[in-house]
Structures are given as structure tokens and as C-alpha cells.
């Protein structure tokens, strides 16, 4: 007979006291798994949304990516592809064959384009640090410091197996770098602003057709001064930052009185929009660039 005691949740803080007990070098894959899969899954979602939208904001960047047309014709099979890397990479982790095999992916797309490494490492830096900034605004309780040193720990690996060249060697020499790169390289220019709103017009189509118009100011109300001024959005007012911000919080404030997930939530395991019928690893990057990479795969 199943007593009342067995139903009985566990602490919403249980999770935490078994992360703070881990390493964050020798355990790095296991504390990502759990922060990504079970403690702030939807935070880490909202907040890489947020990450590629500033990476946009670097001018090179955004010109590369308008370039390639990726984001004004296939801009959701862009995103369930990116998407669908960083989860496997989280869910599998970066040292497991099946994280290889996406860092592999990735690689064999990115090598098509000329990226400059310093480019490569301040994308790198925005899926360290933004996440982290997110959970500390919105999220149910903060990060701790060993989960902030595993997610620093996590992506040091990712850009070994990319090949990056001068990695910070510490968590708080590469968010400086993240910040001064930020306020060197951010500034309009045509490209970024043809790729953001194609971006925000991404994030919109989510809604039903009569939301999209209210719905648009509060997705500027996510960016930062400097985001607003790269991408030459309207300035949100005041009112509907603090209501965003204020709805995000109050979410927050929820979960921690909810009991702790006992599933993991990885964005593998849900249908996407750009693969009703499923995916294969080969399926992933720009339509146009399939038969050659899968070519390269074979070969």
C-alpha cells in the first residue's frame, strides 16, 4: 500500500544540494544536463533566444547572416537547428558520441562561411554568460557558483572541439571579454536590423495572428538599451519593461512552490515546427547546403 508519504514531494532545492556537491570541471556534462533538462528549462530556452539575438548586433555577424538569407526565408528551420545542437550537446553532453557528432554538424556548417575567431568567441561567450543573467533576473532561485563554473566549464569544451583559438582561461576573463567586446563591436548598420526583425517577426508568428501587434512591444521590452540601438527598434517605455520584467518574475516566484521536475525537458524531445515528420542529424543547416554536407558527412 502506497502511503501518503511516498506521494510527498521532494524539496524544490533538493536538486541544488546534489549539484553543490559536484565538480564543476570532472562533472561538467552532469550539472549542464540537470540545469538545462530539469531545473531551467524554459529559462535557458528564452535565454539563447535572447543570446543569438545579440550576437546579431556585431555588425559582421549580421551582415554574414543576411548574406546567407537564412533568417528571412527558413528563419524557423534556423532556429529549430540551433536549437536542436545546443540540446543534444546538453542532453547527450559535449564529450558524448552524440555530442560530438553535433559540435561535428556544426563545425562542417560554420566551415562554409568566413568567421573571424573573435566572432566565434563572443557567441561563445553569449551561451555562458546570457543564461546565466537570465535565471539571475527571472529565474525560480539563482544559479549556483558551481553551476555558473560548469556552464563556463561546458562551453571552454564545446570551443575546443570548434577549434576556437584564445579561450579565456578563466569564467571572469572571458565575461569581461563578453562585455568589452560588446561595447567595442556593437552598432547599427543595415544587415542587423534586416535580421532582427526578421527574428522578431520569427518570434511573433508563435502567437495567434490578433496578438502579434500587442505582442510586439513586449519582445523589444526584453532588449537591453544597447540591443534597441543596434537594431533600431522603437524604445520601449518604462510601463512595459516593468511589465514584462514584472510577469517573469512573478513565473519565477511560482516554481519555487511547485515540487521539483521529475523528466527532463530537452528540446530534442519535442516535435518542431521545421520536422513534423521527425529529423536525422543530417538534416540540419541551410536547405541549400544539405547535399554537400551530407556529401562531406559520407566522405
Known amino acids: 500500500m502506497v502511503t501518503a508519504a511516498a506521494w510527498r514531494p521532494q524539496p524544490r532545492n533538493a536538486r541544488l544540494k546534489y549539484i553543490q556537491q559536484l565538480d564543476p570541471v570532472a562533472d561538467t556534462d ?17 535565454a539563447l533566444e535572447v543570446a543569438l539575438l545579440r550576437t546579431f548586433c556585431v555588425p559582421a555577424i549580421g551582415q554574414l547572416l543576411d548574406k546567407t538569407g537564412e533568417f528571412h526565408h527558413h528563419p524557423q528551420k534556423r532556429y529549430d537547428d540551433t536549437g536542436l545542437l545546443v540540446s543534444m550537446m546538453f542532453k547527450w553532453g559535449s564529450d558524448s558520441d552524440k555530442g560530438r557528432a553535433a559540435i ?9 562561411f568566413p568567421i573571424s575567431n573573435n566572432d566565434f568567441l563572443y557567441v561563445l561567450s553569449t551561451f555562458i554568460y546570457e543564461p546565466i543573467r537570465w ?27 570548434m577549434e576556437i583559438e584564445n579561450i579565456p582561461d578563466s569564467y571572469q576573463a572571458f565575461e569581461q571579454f563578453n562585455l568589452t567586446y560588446e561595447e567595442q563591436k556593437f552598432r547599427p548598420s543595415p544587415a542587423t536590423a534586416k535580421v532582427g526583425t526578421s527574428t522578431v517577426e520569427l518570434f511573433l508568428s508563435w502567437f495567434p495572428r490578433l496578438l502579434r501587434p500587442a505582442m510586439k ?31 517573469l518574475r512573478w513565473r519565477g516566484n511560482l ?23 521527425g529529423y536525422d542529424l543530417r538534416d540540419i543547416g541551410p536547405p541549400a547546403m544539405l547535399p554537400s554536407l551530407n556529401q562531406e558527412r559520407k566522405g
Not at 141 to 157: D, G, I, N, S, T
Open 217 to 247: 512591444p513586449q519582445v523589444y521590452a526584453l532588449m537591453d538599451e544597447a540591443m534597441i540601438t543596434a537594431f533600431g527598434f522603437p524604445e520601449p517605455s518604462l510601463a512595459q519593461r516593468h511589465r514584462v520584467e514584472s510577469l
Open 30 to 46: 552532469e550539472i549542464c544536463r540537470l540545469i538545462a533538462g530539469y531545473e531551467f528549462p524554459w529559462d535557458m530556452t528564452k
Open 255 to 277: 516554481l519555487r512552490y511547485l515540487p521539483p521536475r521529475r523528466r527532463g525537458d530537452f528540446y530534442v524531445e519535442h516535435p518542431q515546427r521545421s520536422y513534423p515528420q
Open 135 to 161: 535565471i539571475e533576473r527571472f529565474g525560480w532561485r539563482r544559479l549556483c557558483e558551481v553551476e555558473k563554473l560548469a556552464l563556463y566549464q561546458f562551453w571552454l569544451r564545446v570551443g575546443e572541439q
Open 104 to 112: 561535428g554538424r556544426m563545425n562542417q556548417i560554420h566551415g562554409h
